[in-house]
């Protein structure tokens, strides 16, 4: 069951450039348990959409199925949204972005919906570069089936049933950089100051965007020994690095403190001033980053922030050679033949 | 003793036996062509294995001037053997009296020496030793000389050769003479030893106006293209790769702007079936109209996907190639296995709209009729066709567009509607025709948006677990599910001119054969009236057809009757009503594979049609 | 006026109506465990949202003395309200002269305020309140406080929950005080407040003796330990989760070696349901009992591995536990929706056996025996059954065993046997029953090697195109499917005293309603008899059973009459004679809903039975 | 249509201890293309079987569907083989282990088998480390479908009707190296040499062993432009490092020019000398392997040889825990626990 919100708000909130208010990016009210790490990451989405003055309608939302793949819901009610089956929402937004590469795409996914059943689906929309958010909610377990393990359960974590993880996970993250991904970022659903700047990069991109936020789920995987729990996440974040997303036009404030920062230009002319907190880390380089993952699992912390990004690739859209005016758009007297055509064909064909 | 020799002008079977990766299929696809020149109607068939190089591969030329384009049973009249591997077994196809074309370089092995068939003995190797240095090209004019051998023996036109020739080199003129020259090869060392023409020979027609050859996967790709559609997702397999090879041929010489470097269209080699159908649903829900083409086993994995189309009222066209068999089976053979999992394909209550074209000009025209179907009516339309029509050139008639025709968008509210509308409510049946409007992603800034899901919901889109709703969200399913035979193609009828008490129901590429079977038994003095089923769910012409006649039979290419099935299940009828004719071996259907199962099945009727 | 009362001993409902994730589980459970260890016989169901938290979810429980088990329609006797999202919903849905006992630490909503139903207020909040500090205790012990002024309201031995919370917690032996004195607290406050018992109660009886309550998953995964399965591969997925949760956790009990920490089995929670599959496939391939156990999407998904078990004759078990709708449909409703996508699974020819257990009792049988089928048949083997057996505590008659069952391993040729054979041949029919003997990798070193594939082979199992071989193959499977009832479990058939001319046939959870309504039916004067389903293919009996009525109802939990279909299709019969039965809004089946179809179509006999 | 091998031989061909000649491993008359990289691997499979004695009816073999997948009718006729379905070897080889740890697995997949259809189940079968020899014969196209780009296509790459593919390939050495794999290898099919040891070590490993081996399609993919012809992977190739399998008796001698060698003990007691020809290169360390494969995509090279091995890593088998006799030979006796169990299963549930 799920109800309309009441309509009424305070006159006074504060309106974006375009006029909106972030009522008008907000969803449904979440059916997903108190506290779920999910309704964190929906805020930072109706928080960003708004910052960014995203038309809502322009927006199309993409999922699979999972506790994570429900809550887009519970976001941009204005926005056309698509909940499909399990696994398979790479496919559906790659099909979707092909039909009209100008909507901007937002992909919500499980862990269990990416790492496990939609891996190989995973594996093949970072290959295509498709231009479009996608966002990991991380829990380490299939919240809506109650709390099995996933593949990116870490290897040693404890379930709540008292048993340990004897597999190797599966972090998106290093799937993703290994595999030629040209946004590649961590959060945690905990850090909106973190998270909402790094959604605006991820939408700004031109290309596939993944940002893995873990997301604790707090029913079935919130216990010690999880390694994918508040306390957990929040004693061993590592913040790698901070971005900034500074928009076209306006330079906003840096909310954290400023060390040496390293400019990444957008396509869309917006920047992204990286913040470095620990190490002079160039997120442009994708050994630097593999590397810079590599010793976070070494010390058994959670890098977080921009890993790495390339705005030069060309995406999807760029790479086949898709007209610019939206195939969806085209006019059927454009794109059929005609009868003088079947003549010639007919005519080679004899 | 004098050898018997079959005797028989413009109606024969020629069967080239050779090996794959030879370079032989260019070449005979020259000979087919050249019976099309002629005037003449042929049928070319391909038997090739699962495998890319080596093993026996055969191509099945019929000739009729009757215009019968089935395989036909009971041997061939000439065999081209140019595969030692498979000659012993090749032999014994020719009939008695027929012909064997072979290479004598050589001595015949002796134990594929039969006393009543006629050996032609060329010496292919040694021409070809003499006349080519490179071990290659030696190869390659091999295939060219025996055709020159047959044009000799059967008696048609060098000058129909040396156009195609000329046409078949157009961008790369050097070949020509070298392939002209090969043809003389053959044609003089055929006309040297040979008593030329043989009695089985060709004579220039004027049989084939109007029609063209083509296979059924092109006319699927071009259809597409005339479609409107502007996605394509597949992943390869055989019988149906080529569809989405020739869509992008097509689309890349009609769609492609080269000055801006610019395709109004998109071919995505996906990494799976599923994947392939996913992008399918994405691309239509954001309006644009893609489709998919795969065969049995991409089928049984777009399973799940079909079901979330259906429930969720996504347009989707799907190609479905058939091949051979549960499983891998047989991937180079032909059938038509699929009709029960593609009609019935997902768990849960789902019915599929299919369609049957039986030759090229029909996949042309229902491929068109697929994207119109399946955004008027909201769900995935499946086009069943065959390996036999989607791989083979096909002869048929020319292909037909109006420029008035309308491309049927069906029902999308745009943003004008959409601000005219108090409401929008996604699953509502406004106009009582059980189709509700759907909206793009995009269009209004405040209306029209919604959540498509499968998961329940009620008839705005909202999702719901109430039973009521549900039920009756089902019930509409049903009721569109009834009423779709409005917006599909009618089904064939064919009348004797005596009127019968048998009717024969076929769909696909059963056509040819039933057709040539109904002739034969016409000239029995048995009529029979047929009936081609063009789509499921059935127009109601379906079920008059089954009440009027007596005899009923269902010519299915599968094991399992599936047609019959589901002609049952449909419309309720009584399966004793129904006989099956079954052929599923593989091969394709011959007049006489359907006679076998009619005549021992028509109790009394022989004597007493006779009798009228 | 006086307010009617439902007066009722052993015959009512009770409905809860509560929050998901408030911990009332437990206690409602406790509740229906207190009504049959007061020797009565009790049918809970839960109804629960696809959710885990904060949202409406119901466990409604069926007292009946008769036996009837199925849902009852109609109205709930007495509503436990602790859900005030659902308050005004569930006050509608009581009995005129019921019962709504609700939390009156506030005032009613007005709205809520019915003339003909009686109000039982308790101050739940209130007395939690007062009691506990913490406000998890609150939660959790007002659910106890309910199930206490149950007890006092409806007759229940206080000794009886004492005994069950004793049991519950005898790991805990802490919580069981506190959950007395919970109970109390609720048993008094009712006493205290209303004329205890009410007219509505509980009379101790004996009517459950040789009867136990368990979930038909739970029976499933104990039934796979007795069939000595080893290896479980699944995926999770509502409402099939605890089959494979239940196998572990039975086989941790009973198959695991502490001392030397090895278990004689394993349970893989693969990445998905392809993947499940293709692990049953192996192992099974390997001679190891394995199965899966999932639901619709899933077999969706496994639809191309079921291809392969079927052609390549690998045994596999596949536990479908059923739920509501196409796509992702009502996860957590229940429904018979998967038959004829599980019967013609894959593309090709291709038919599955499938098995339907009614109750706890069958789902145990059933799995043992799809097991020995699987081997003996070499075939994947699906065992539908749905969520409401599947997840719902059910009565049924203790589960039996006999130490001298010999489970049927079918036919594998060990080392000593190949020795003794001249030349192995995977797929020869030696013995003319049509199942071939298959071999395990590693028996022999020189023979019984073959090569397992899903492609078209000879009886030697080596890779052919030949269109003969292939069609022998493929006619050797239909004869195996159709000799394959004499390996199933026959249909149960129930005969009224009275002979008579009304035969209704169902299959699976369907079988409570029905029995019940043919107990009203004769109360009516009119005599029906049943024939309960087991397994497809059919046995003999269920034609002969078609045959000897003249009414024949089929009962399907689906909108499309899908067993109905099947049935058609496998005898053969005339679709005219098999009415419809159907219900499909994803509520368990009542015997009023079957009434409602049932009565209109038994034309004149209502009267004519009566009659005699 | 395949033909049955001439059973005569020389009657003096050299025996194995096992006293299997050469032909006690060999397989069914190759259908594949004359010159396909895929018959070289199958007579390096015959060759290592051979070398390592293994009694063929103890291996199995277990394939997808493709040109590479057919091959294991070439080699090990006397050994049991499955051919199952497109992309789903890695789940039928995981349940044929989980039945019978006992057995010798041999996979072979393709490159469109694993990367394309198979890359969830590639990626899974890494995970739960079971023991078997992966074989990737990778060409970098569909041979069996005729030559169409497979997802290890190199970025650049010309496919033989002339189209440049825009994809980045998916390298599956380094999706295994980042998902944990215990032993990786990359090998060429030209290169016998290199390969039979590294078969034999991957044989001799316990857990998943993957051997990437680049195996030109003569036929679709062997043509200039090509970066998976013969030409292209000879000219490309860099030799990381060599292994000698040293069995657990005996020692042989190295093919190889001997450089400073590097020792790694495997659990049958047998080791592994590499030989180091250009680095001095540890494949016990993950991100020295890491490095390394970024090194040589960086010069454009093709890094072959033992990339990475732990030998120590507990195997799906050991991690599960399940029984030492196979689970496919334990009586029904012993599995099944009987009516007195049972009766008070029921008791339990009054
Ligand atoms: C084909 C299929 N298999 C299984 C399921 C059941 N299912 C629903 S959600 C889910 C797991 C979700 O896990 P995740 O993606 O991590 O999302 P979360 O709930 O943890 O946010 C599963 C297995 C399904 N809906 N479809
Ligand atoms: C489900 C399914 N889809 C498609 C196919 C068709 N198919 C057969 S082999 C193959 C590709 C094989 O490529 P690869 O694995 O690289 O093997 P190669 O032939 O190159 O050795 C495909 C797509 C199939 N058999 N099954
Ligand atoms: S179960 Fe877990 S993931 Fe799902 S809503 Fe609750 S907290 Fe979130
Ligand atoms: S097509 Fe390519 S991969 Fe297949 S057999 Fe021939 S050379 Fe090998
Ligand atoms: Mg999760
Ligand atoms: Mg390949």
Same mark, same amino acid.
């Given at each position: 069951?799920?109800?309309?919100?009441?309509?009424?708000?305070?006159?006074?909130?504060?309106?974006?450039?375009?006029?909106?208010?972030?009522?008008?990016?907000?969803?449904?009210?979440?059916?997903?348990?108190?506290? /779920?790490?999910?309704?964190?990451?929906?805020?930072?989405?109706?928080?960003?959409?708004?910052?960014?003055?995203?038309?809502?309608?322009?927006?199309?939302?993409?999922?699979?199925?999972?506790?994570?793949?429900?809550?887009?819901?519970?976001?941009?009610?204005?926005?056309?949204?698509?909940?499909?089956?399990?696994?398979?929402?790479?496919?559906?937004?790659?099909?979707?972005?092909?039909?009209?590469?100008?909507?901007?795409?937002?992909?919500?996914?499980?862990?269990?919906?990416?790492?496990?059943?939609?891996?190989?689906?995973?594996?093949?929309?970072?290959?295509?570069?498709?231009?479009?958010? @996608?966002?990991?909610?991380?829990?380490? /377990? @299939?919240?809506?089936?109650?709390?099995?393990?996933?593949?990116?359960?870490?290897?040693?974590?404890?379930?709540?049933?008292?048993?340990?993880?004897?597999?190797?996970?599966?972090?998106?993250?290093?799937?993703?950089?290994?595999?030629?991904?040209?946004?590649?970022?961590?959060?945690?659903?905990?850090?909106?100051?973190?998270?909402?700047?790094?959604?605006?990069?991820?939408?700004?991109?031109?290309?596939?965007?993944?940002?893995?936020?873990?997301?604790?789920?707090?029913?079935?995987?919130?216990?010690?020994?999880?390694?994918?729990?508040?306390?957990?996440?929040?004693?061993?974040?590592?913040?790698?690095?901070?971005?900034?997303?500074?928009?076209?036009?306006?330079?906003?404030?840096?909310?954290?403190?400023?060390?040496?920062?390293?400019?990444?230009?957008?396509?869309?002319?917006?920047?992204?001033?990286?913040?470095?907190?620990?190490?002079? @880390?160039?997120?442009?380089?994708?050994?630097?980053?593999?590397?810079?993952?590599?010793?976070?699992?070494?010390?058994?912390?959670?890098?977080?922030?921009?890993?790495?990004?390339?705005?030069?690739?060309?995406?999807?859209?760029?790479?086949?050679?898709?007209?610019?005016?939206?195939?969806?758009?085209?006019?059927?007297?454009?794109?059929?033949?005609?009868?003088?055509?079947?003549?010639?064909?007919n005519q080679s064909l004899k | 003793m004098q050898k018997p020799k079959i005797d028989a002008v413009n109606d024969f079977v020629v069967k080239f036996a050779n090996?794959?990766?030879?370079?032989s299929a260019s070449a005979n696809t020259l000979f087919a062509k050249s019976i099309f020149r002629s005037g003449v109607p042929v049928a070319p068939r391909n038997i090739f294995?699962?495998?890319?190089?080596?093993?026996p591969t055969w191509y099945e030329v019929r000739v009729s001037e009757q215009g019968y384009l089935a395989k036909r049973a009971g041997g061939v009249d000439l065999m081209v053997s140019v595969n030692?591997?498979s000659l012993l077994d090749d032999v014994q196809e020719v009939r008695t009296g027929g012909y064997f074309l072979y290479d004598d370089?050589?001595?015949l092995?002796?134990?594929a020496i039969r006393k009543d068939i006629n050996y032609l003995g060329v010496?292919l190797? #040694?021409?070809?030793?003499?006349?080519? #240095?490179?071990?290659?090209?030696?190869?390659?004019?091999k295939n060219v000389i025996y055709i020159g051998a047959l044009a000799a023996l059967l008696d048609i036109e060098l000058s129909v050769y040396d156009k195609l020739i000329?046409e078949q080199?157009?961008?790369?003129?050097?070949?020509?003479? +070298?392939n002209c020259?090969a043809l003389r090869l053959g044609y003089d060392a055929a006309k040297e030893r040979f008593d030329c023409p043989l009695p089985v020979r060709v004579e220039q027609r004027d049989l084939v106006d109007g029609k063209i050859m083509m296979t059924g996967n092109s006319a699927?790709?071009?259809? !597409?293209?005339?479609?409107?559609?502007?996605? !394509?997702?597949?992943?390869?397999? &055989?019988p149906? &790769?080529?569809?989405?090879?020739?869509?992008?041929?097509?689309?890349?010489?009609?769609?492609?702007?080269?000055?801006?470097?610019?395709?109004?269209?998109?071919?995505?080699?996906?990494? *799976?079936?599923?994947?392939?159908?996913?992008?399918?649903?994405?691309?239509?829900?954001?309006?644009?109209?893609?489709? &998919?083409?795969?065969?049995?086993?991409?089928?049984?994995?777009?399973?799940?996907?079909?079901?979330?189309?259906?429930?969720?009222?996504?347009?989707?066209?799907?190609?479905?190639?058939?091949?051979a068999?549960?499983?891998?089976?047989?991937?180079t053979r032909t059938q038509q296995?699929?009709?029960?999992?593609?009609?019935? !394909?997902?768990?849960?209550?789902?019915?599929?709209?299919?369609?049957f074209p039986a030759d090229p000009k029909e996949c042309f025209?229902?491929?068109?009729?697929?994207?119109? !179907?399946?955004?008027?009516?909201?769900?995935?339309?499946?086009?069943?066709t065959d390996l036999d029509v989607g791989m083979n050139d096909c002869l048929c008639d020319d292909l037909?567009? =109006?420029?008035?025709?309308?491309?049927?968008?069906?029902? %999308?509210? *745009?943003?004008?509607?959409?601000?005219?509308?108090?409401?929008?409510?996604?699953?509502?049946?406004?106009?009582?025709?059980?189709?509700?409007?759907? &909206?793009? +992603?995009?269009?209004?800034?405040?209306?029209?948006?919604?959540?498509?899901?499968?998961?329940?919901? *009620?008839?705005?889109?909202?999702?719901?677990?109430?039973?009521?709703?549900?039920?009756?969200?089902?019930?509409?399913?049903?009721?569109?599910?009834? =009423?779709?035979?409005?917006?599909?193609?009618? +089904?064939k009828i064919v009348t004797a001119s005596d009127?019968s $008490?048998i009717g024969i129901i076929h769909y696909g590429t059963s056509r040819d054969a039933v057709t040539e079977a109904v002739d034969q038994l016409s000239a029995d003095g048995i009529a029979a009236d047929t009936l081609q089923?063009?789509?499921?769910?059935?127009? *109601?012409?379906?079920?008059?057809?089954?009440?009027?006649? #007596?005899? %009923?039979f269902?010519v299915d290419q599968?094991?399992?009757?599936?047609?019959?099935? %589901?002609?049952?299940? $449909?419309?309720?009828?009584?399966?004793?009503?129904?006989?099956?004719v079954l052929h599923y071996d593989g091969t394709p259907l011959s007049a006489d594979a359907v006679l076998t199962w009619l005549r021992p099945n028509i +109790?009394?009727l022989a004597?007493?049609s006779r009798?009228?």
């Open positions: 069951m799920s109800y309309i919100k009441p309509q009424f708000r305070h006159p006074q909130l504060p309106a974006n450039e375009r006029g909106f208010t972030r009522t008008a990016y907000e969803g449904l009210i979440s059916t997903l348990c108190a506290g /779920c790490g999910h309704d964190s990451i929906s805020a930072a989405i109706i928080q960003a959409c708004w910052e960014l003055s995203l038309e809502p309608h322009r927006i199309a939302k993409v999922s699979g199925i999972g506790c994570s793949s429900k809550s887009p819901t519970y976001f941009l009610n204005k926005s056309h949204g698509f909940n499909s089956v399990h696994g398979r929402m790479p496919s559906v937004a790659t099909g979707a972005y092909a039909a009209n590469h100008e909507l901007t795409y937002i992909g919500v996914s499980g862990d269990g919906d990416s790492a496990s059943i939609g891996m190989g689906q995973f594996a093949h929309v970072v290959r295509r570069n498709i231009n479009m958010l @996608y966002m990991v909610e991380n829990n380490g /377990c @299939y919240g809506l089936t109650k709390g099995q393990d996933s593949a990116t359960a870490d290897e040693g974590s404890k379930s709540r049933t008292g048993q340990i993880n004897p597999f190797e996970n599966i972090d998106l993250v290093g799937v993703a950089l290994e595999i030629g991904a040209t946004f590649v970022a961590r959060s945690f659903s905990g850090d909106k100051q973190q998270l909402v700047p790094l959604i605006k990069a991820a939408i700004a991109h031109r290309g596939f965007a993944l940002i893995d936020v873990i997301s604790p789920c707090v029913t079935f995987n919130n216990h010690h020994g999880s390694t994918k729990s508040y306390d957990y996440t929040r004693e061993h974040v590592q913040a790698g690095n901070i971005v900034d997303f500074v928009p076209s036009e306006t330079e906003i404030t840096a909310n954290y403190e400023e060390g040496a920062s390293h400019n990444v230009a957008l396509h869309d002319g917006s920047r992204l001033n990286l913040v470095k907190t620990t190490t002079d @880390y160039d997120p442009g380089d994708r050994r630097n980053a593999i590397a810079a993952l590599q010793d976070s699992r070494a010390n058994n912390q959670i890098l977080t922030g921009l890993i790495y990004i390339d705005p030069e690739e060309p995406d999807f859209h760029q790479m086949m050679k898709i007209a610019n005016t939206p195939l969806n758009k085209i006019e059927m007297s454009t794109l059929c033949p005609g009868t003088s055509t079947l003549t010639d064909i | 090996v794959n990766g030879s370079g294995p699962s495998n890319i190089q080596g093993l030692p591997q370089t050589r001595p092995d002796i134990r010496p190797t #040694e021409i070809t030793n003499r006349e080519y #240095e490179d071990a290659r090209l030696r190869q390659l004019f000329e080199f157009a961008k790369k003129p050097k070949l020509v003479k +070298p020259d699927c790709g071009l259809g !597409a293209v005339y479609a409107g559609a502007t996605v !394509a997702a597949w992943y390869p397999i &055989t149906s &790769t080529s569809v989405a090879e020739a869509f992008e041929k097509y689309a890349s010489q009609l769609r492609y702007d080269a000055e801006k470097d610019e395709k109004n269209y998109v071919v995505i080699q996906a990494e *799976d079936e599923l994947a392939a159908f996913g992008m399918v649903i994405g691309a239509n829900w954001n309006g644009a109209r893609a489709f &998919t083409a795969t065969s049995g086993p991409g089928v049984s994995l777009m399973t799940e996907f079909l079901g979330l189309a259906y429930f969720a009222e996504v347009p989707a066209v799907l190609i479905d190639v058939q091949r068999g549960p499983s891998t089976g047989m991937p296995g699929d009709i029960l999992s593609c009609v019935y !394909a997902s768990h849960g209550d789902t019915r599929h709209v299919c369609l025209e229902l491929t068109v009729a697929a994207f119109d !179907a399946a955004e008027r009516l909201q769900t995935p339309i499946i086009l069943l037909e567009w =109006s420029d008035s025709y309308q491309h049927d968008r069906g029902k %999308v509210m *745009d943003a004008d509607q959409l601000e005219a509308l108090e409401k929008f409510g996604r699953y509502r049946d406004i106009d009582g025709d059980f189709i509700p409007y759907r &909206t793009l +992603p995009g269009t209004h800034p405040e209306k029209g948006a919604f959540f498509t899901r499968g998961t329940s919901r *009620d008839e705005d889109a909202i999702y719901t677990e109430k039973g009521d709703a549900y039920q009756r969200n089902m019930e509409r399913l049903l009721a569109k599910w009834f =009423s779709a035979p409005d917006y599909l193609p009618a +089904p009127s $008490e089923i063009m789509a499921i769910p059935f127009h *109601d012409a379906v079920r008059k057809f089954i009440d009027s006649h #007596e005899y %009923v269902v599968n094991r399992d009757a599936q047609m019959r099935t %589901v002609l049952i299940n $449909e419309l309720d009828c009584d399966p004793a009503k129904l006989r099956s +109790p009394g004597e007493q009798m009228e």
